[in-house]
């Protein structure tokens, strides 16, 4: 009899864990596909690319901002402040409220590369900010959903 009172628990562990398989998914078809990307002509320098990506980012076009900075990052050519700045973009659209693929694991490993690889970086000290940004966003998410199972085993007694 009780027993149907622990559904709710079961229908969200459920629901994350799809959430989650998705995330894992799409984020394998952007690794397969960012370099195939035709929405930024290969001539087009670093500098547009970060301009694009940001401005793509603030629409919700997420796909895109993630290829334009990549694209960035994978440019060996391209200077060491702009590929610091696409991981910077990149640890900031994994980590957006708004981004519905949202991956907080992603961000921080982005974000952390600028550390290691580009340890002068102008852009170190905002990347170090955001990734203690994105920590405090990990530990509410984590609190909320503890919070509800608690709340959904203390109703379900």
Known sequence: MKYYRILPVLLLLLSCSSRYSQTETTKSEIDESY???????????????LSYASRAAGEGQWMESIHSYQGVYDNKKASAEDRSRALLGLGDVWSNPLNPF???????FYLDKVATEFPDSAIRPKAE?????????????????????????????
């Open 35 to 49: 370099s195939t990307s035709t929405t930024l002509p290969v001539s087009v320098d670093d500098e547009d690319k």
């Open 102 to 108: 949202r991956d907080f694991g992603t961000s921080l």
């Open 129 to 157: 900010k955001k990734i203690a940004s994105v920590r405090i966003m990990m530990e509410e998410v984590e609190n909320v959903t503890r919070d509800q199972l608690i709340e959904s085993q203390q109703t379900g007694d």
